[in-house]
């Protein structure tokens, strides 16, 4: 269980860059417009903390996609 968590983490840190990258937000910007610190940001996108389904939630909305297609590419980055 502990290596899959860990999997998972990481692959939600790839798609959350990703992601933040795409949308052209540097790491402060996507903290602000989600009221979150840049540090936690930096923390989960290094996959050093784990987001609460509420924080997977505003960082979606944040992001401009939606809550199922966030965990659907979370899970095809685990998969690959």
């Known amino acids: ?7 998972l983490i990481k692959a939600f ?12 937000l540097s790491q402060e ?3 602000f417009r989600s009221e979150l610190s840049p540090s936690y940001i930096s923390l989960l996108e290094t996959a050093n903390r784990q987001p609460t389904l509420t924080v ?3 960082l979606a ?6 809550l199922p297609e966030l965990l659907a590419e979370i ?3 685990l998969n690959e």
């Open 1 to 7: 269980m502990e290596r899959t968590n860990a999997k």
């Open 13 to 24: 840190a790839k798609v959350l860059k990703r992601r933040r990258r795409a949308a052209g």
């Open 29 to 31: 910007e996507l903290a």
């Open 56 to 58: 997977l939630a505003e």
């Open 61 to 66: 909305d944040r992001l401009d996609v939606g």
């Open 75 to 77: 899970i095809a980055e």
